[in-house]
């Protein structure tokens, strides 16, 4: 079994050293150079940025629902909390993914903060997931405008 070709996504074939290139294939790196990290953690980054963005305004819009049905809405001040308590852990996982960027993955003395700082990073956006459960959960209506 070992000796076994497999063919996924190009050629696994040990004795051939890896994928092979496929014409009209486009490869931004050469065959064999290693993936520069800094680039890699960057793109990763700033993916998380862009989802973070979208996950603020679709709360920013939340709160404008929540707000424009008043305080007479059944579940008034917990969604307010809610989604404030979002809204601030969103922005705090942005400052702190533009710092991550920032910082240089092949200096050795950075490594230490940068696995503290995605750390962090990674715990408050499981808390904002929760958080935004329980924001669908109690339920963002827009006010029907003929009552």
Not at 48 to 74: C, H, I, R, W, Y
Not at 87 to 115: A, R
């Amino acid at each position: 079994m070992a000796s076994e070709n497999m063919e996924m996504n190009g050629s696994a074939n040990r004795e051939s050293g890896g994928e092979e290139r496929r014409p009209g294939r486009l490869s931004r790196r050469p065959a064999g150079s290693p993936i520069n990290m800094n680039q890699y953690a960057n793109k990763k980054s700033a993916a998380e940025s862009m989802l973070d963005v979208a996950l603020l305004m679709a709360n920013a819009s939340q709160l404008k629902a929540v707000l424009e049905q008043g305080p007479e809405f059944t579940f008034y001040t917990p969604l307010i909390t809610f989604i404030s308590v979002s809204l601030i852990l969103q922005i705090t996982v942005g400052v702190l993914l533009i710092f991550i960027v920032k910082w240089n993955l092949n200096d050795e003395s950075t490594h230490f903060k940068l696995t503290i700082m995605e750390n962090i990073v990674t715990a408050l956006i499981f808390i904002i997931v929760v958080v935004n459960v329980f924001i669908t959960a109690f339920g963002v209506h827009k006010p029907n405008p003929k009552a």
